[in-house]
């Protein structure tokens, strides 16, 4: 017998598994039940009822056996730990600011940034709302302005960056409210809610130059700056052999400073912080931080939380696992697209989106369609995933009506390190099933909203 070798090299994780935890099957049955107990949301779900969580990415991720190491090390001194001192190396190191304060994950730190920087009546640029980053600009008195490029909210665009600042946007914007108006431009990287779409390096230079021109800060969402950072590897001239930890060091060096939830790329399952230049914001964060959070050099995190990240941002920056992971990422979306089903292009970075709008057509925005998929999903295998679109949204803070967003998905969000090809294959079968009988799916009406982050605990009933 002959075997013909495959045309092309396939890749495998650059990590094998120590330890495993168990699945937990459940019924048909069981899973409409628990879905009607969490009022159609599937944040509401117990996690013991779901069998693959591709609810997010945010502090679901292995571990390797170096971090579990360093949870050994922990320094648990109420001031002055050592893990304190690796942490802030790291990201002098690997991010390059100057400054930094720990905190206990990513909203702690849009927080201080935000009530430091932000008068009321100013204006926040940024590359597309996220939700928690907007809601702390807005209850420090700002108003957020989208200034991402059109092609972002258009989900079959296939531009490779679009992420990207619309300089024109910006420049407008800077015309009609004045520099003094704008405390500084809020760059995420990349961008989650158009599908973990990257800026590239030309753009984020380009941003730079004309806020150098105004005097107006930047501040980056680093949260998953090291995807975009793999993306900019891959897809930007120039940059296809220099290494992916290069490459993000010279991306903050347009930047002032950034917030970060170190549950994403930093390989965490709690902790983030705020890294700033410039001295005041850092003395004032300084001091604000004992207020909300705790001492500077532990921000409501144990010594081995930050022993932890300091040793993921050390794991994160490595080529084989960006590519491992993003190629993850990528399969699913691969899969999904040759059956014919609608997701956002190109593939993001952490996460496939499902495009609910064209998924499920027969239903208009107030009847949810991506909350209506995402529990469908759900009761369909047990998938859990999230809903981006008009709940994740939310209203608008001057007239309390619903924000109509023009991307209505749901995330399949990828925790890193956790699941293999097979729940990949099993999760993309589930989707095709659903998609093979979308005409009988009936929308949902909300009958429960809370007042911020409605997303977390809206409850809703089957129309
Ligand atoms: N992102 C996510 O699932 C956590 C739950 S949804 C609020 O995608 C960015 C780009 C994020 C993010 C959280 C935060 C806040 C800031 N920026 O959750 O507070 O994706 O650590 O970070 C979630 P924390």
Redesign the pocket.
């Known amino acids: 017998m002959t075997h013909t070798r495959p045309v092309r090299r396939s890749w495998a994780e650059p990590y094998k598994i120590k330890m495993v935890e168990r699945l937990k099957m459940t019924t048909q049955e069981q899973r409409t039940k628990a879905m009607q107990d969490a009022g159609y949301n599937t944040f509401l779900l117990h996690s013991e009822d779901v069998y693959i969580d591709l609810l997010?990415?945010?502090g679901t991720s292995a571990m390797s056996d170096y971090q579990w190491a360093g949870m050994m090390m922990g320094d648990e001194s109420y001031s002055g730990s050592q893990n304190f001192y690796n942490l802030e190396a790291n990201i002098q190191k690997y991010y390059g600011y100057k400054h930094i304060i720990p905190t206990h994950?990513?909203?702690?730190a849009?927080h201080f940034l935000s009530r430091i920087c932000i008068k009321p009546g100013d204006y926040v640029p940024g590359n597309m709302y996220?939700?928690?980053?907007r809601l702390h600009q807005e209850l420090a008195g700002g108003t957020f302005v989208d200034i991402i490029v059109d092609e972002a909210h258009d989900p079959n665009n296939l531009d490779p960056f679009k992420g990207n600042v619309d300089i024109r946007k910006l420049d407008d914007l800077i015309t009609r409210v004045g520099a003094d108006k704008i405390p500084y431009v809020s760059v995420?990287a990349t961008v989650?809610m158009a599908g973990g779409q990257p800026i590239s390096m030309q753009n984020m230079r380009e941003v730079h130059a004309l806020c150098q021109k105004h005097g107006i800060k930047i501040m980056l969402?680093a949260?998953?700056a090291v995807e975009n950072a793999y993306f900019i590897q891959q897809r930007e001239e120039g940059y296809s052999t220099t290494p992916v930890a290069d490459i993000l060091k010279e991306f903050c060096s347009y930047t002032d400073g950034c917030?970060m939830?170190g549950?994403?790329d930093l390989l965490v399952n709690i902790g983030?912080f705020l890294a700033i230049n410039d001295d005041t914001i850092y003395e004032e964060a300084r001091n604000l931080v004992v207020v909300y959070e705790g001492m500077h050099t532990y921000g409501g995190l144990a010594g081995r939380d930050m022993e932890a990240m300091a040793r993921g941002i050390e794991e994160a920056v490595q080529d084989d696992h960006i590519r491992a992971r993003v190629g993850q990422v990528e399969y699913l979306g691969d899969l999904l697209t040759s059956w014919g089903v609608p997701i956002v292009l190109p593939v993001g970075g952490h996460a496939v989106y499902l495009n609910a709008k064209t998924f499920l057509p027969h239903l208009t925005q107030d009847q949810f369609p991506a909350q209506t998929l995402a529990a469908e999903l759900y009761m369909n295998s047990g998938v859990r995933s999230?809903e981006r679109g008009i709940v994740s949204a939310g209203r608008d803070a001057k007239t309390g009506n619903h924000h109509y967003p023009k991307l209505e998905l749901v995330r399949l969000?990828i925790p890193r390190r956790v699941y293999t090809q097979a729940h990949m294959d099993v999760t993309a079968e589930s989707v095709l099933d659903v998609f093979e009988r979308r005409d009988e799916i009936r929308g949902l009406e909300m009958i429960y909203e809370p007042k911020y982050?409605r997303f977390f605990q809206a409850r809703f009933r089957q129309l």
């Open positions: 997010t990415d945010s994950q990513g909203r702690g849009e996220f939700t928690t980053t995420a989650n969402d949260t998953r917030t939830s549950k994403k983030g999230m969000t982050l």
